[in-house]
């Protein structure tokens, strides 16, 4: 990477640290995580507040899925550091809950809509006792608040996309995790889902909690979001999404894959 | 009666045959458990190849007792040996998938060949020293368990159904969400571990009995018989497990009577059990998935029949009738929707006529108001109108709520469709309960006011008041509230899409005028 364009983009790194006086929700710096001899991330520092709604963008194999599992402390990195509200990663388990992404799941797997949304109280039972009916409240509950509970029983492989991913959203919420990790959980889902669910994180996030979405879809970026990360590799860009949105940028980072998108973009950003 | 009591129950007194029947049950029991978490982490490959590990164990456990105690065929010896043959194999696969590109098939491929080809020198090497006949190994005899084998199958049983027991959530989040379960500080590596070594504790338990190659059918064959039955996970550990032991039992019958090897009856009995649920299986099995395919309808056919029954009104429609007016499907196509359709209990028949039941009407006026509002639609836009209805009829089946409240608010929530029926309102979006907007209701419905945008400030909207909705006016264009003392307030369309209201239970009593024609 030369000189210039590094530059280029740490003028346009905007720190949302200034603005946030308590211990931030999610804090990476210098982190390089790889897979073999080739970096998945380089030096990637991003600090995160509580109560933001952050959308992860950049192109295919850009590293975004490797940056919510190392936030989740599922990846060792390399170098650098992941912090949970100043704590090491590997210390915050429990605090940070993920919502997988739709095609790594096996849905033929037998297992019912409740038992997932249980899956979210494990991290709360100790092993050698059993679920409490308190657990089974919470999830519950949480199942009702993402309108799932009328499905408790059925297989998970026997839902829509966006019931699908609705029943792991409510894993989460019984987690009571107070940072939320998903992975494209707009991908391949009707329009309504998609409504369906940005509904249920807007909820999250009024809740207080924060929440980093991987997102592929430049646009709609900017107005789902509280603020973007664009990543390859490298951090290219941090901060509203009005300026991380830039065609300029979109188009480096794209490397011209973008041609269709720039209009995409330019309306998402009026609209 | 004699032969019954010669086929099932004299059989039953023999030592040996009970010996087999307790051992193989046993083994059976283990191996359906394990055999569920194999085949859900894809790990079958990995069983036989703990199976074929075991030959190099076994051969090794006997020369090491022979050399130095001078003890042939010592059992407990061997077993020892082929549990460690087998962790050794698993620790190698791992870690060849791990340091190199090869994947993880490909590794365990060149190590359990490599290991039972070891297993196979020694065994040359030594032949004049080793004495047992290694084809039992490779064959097993279920028939000639002694007590030995019968203690092993039942320490083991115990370890590997306790630590399952113990484990099963652990185990349960791993193979399905490694992720998540990292993420929550279970320890994943440490599970999987545990995992495969009962996996190499049942497989030496179970090789005695079918031997090294077909012990694999009886770990992965009950289980996928329970994973087409099953849709609970600990539901298919028991059923895995039955499925076993009547595996155990019917094939050990079968050897008996027909004098074949006891592990392959045994292993042939249990593919025959899977072949037979592959079939029948309720909600997987091939004739379920035939059905199912037989009886479904194109959704477009049932909405083409629903809104047919409802625009008959109170004329209802005989089967003959509605199959005249849906000419776009064969009247056979029809009369399976219809029947269908009564079966879901959406259409009722009496005496020959067809009637809608309520959650048919509600799935019909959804239609019938994507039908009309599509109209509306195509007249706005200056389709012609003798094309309108036919157009409309193709659009109606595109009835997703999200567009189509788009486009009734688009339009200004018309009252009336372009042929001037009535545009029938969402009853699940505007019943009791519900929180809307002003602009979605029509004249007669009561609500209590949630909150009041900028765009509809007025003194006499305030969150928590009452109102009931007077009749459209302006060519619909303004919408009256009335208050509970009789004030009216007139709001136009982006004024009433300002204020949210709670939909109180309906006093409205023009229902929609289903009965009336669409054209």
Redesign the interface.
Known sequence: MCRPRAEKRRRRLINLRQESTATPAIEVSHLTVSY?PTPALLDVSVTIAKGTLVGVIGPNGSGKSTLI?SI???LKPDFGTVRIFGQPADEA??R???V?QRG???WD????VR?VAM?GR??H?P??RDATREDRRIADEALDMVRMGDFRER?IGQLSGGQQQRVFMA?AMA?GAEILLLDEPFAGV???TE?AILDVLDRTKAAGRTLVVVHHDLATAAEYFDALVLLKQRLYAYGPPEAVLEPELLSEVYEGKLRGFTELVKRGRGG | MDTLYNLFIEPLTQPFFQKALLGGTLVAIVCGVVGCFVILRRMAFLGDALSHAMLAGVTGGYLIMQFFYGDAANAPAMLIGSLLAALITVGMIGFISRVSRVKNDTAIGIMYTGVFAAGGILASVFSHRIHVDLLHFVMGQVLAVNDTDLWVAGIVAAVVLSAVLIFYRQLQLTSFDPVMAASIGIPVLAIDYLLTTCTSLVVVSAVTMVGVILVVGLLVTPAASAYLLCDRLSRMLVVSAILGVTSVVGGLYVSLWTNIAGGAAIVAFCTVQFLAILVVAPRYGLIAGWLRRAQMVPQQLVEDVLSCVLRAGDAHPTLEEVQSRVVESRPDAVAKAVRTLTRQNFLEEENDRLQLTETGKREAQRVLRAHRLWEAYLEHVGTPETEIHAKAHQLEHVHDPAAVDYIDDKLGHPLRDPHGSEIPVDRDTVAPGKIVKVSQLREGHCATIVSVGPMAANDLLKPGTSVRLGPRQQNGNMWTVELTDGRKIALPHAAADAVTVEVQEETRNAEVGAAKSAK
């Open positions: 073999g599992k989740l402390g599922f388990k429990g940070v809950a993920y997988p790594s799941v096996d797997f037998p297992i019912t038992e899956m494990y991290g039972i092993w050698w297989q894993r987690q009707d329009a309504a409504r």
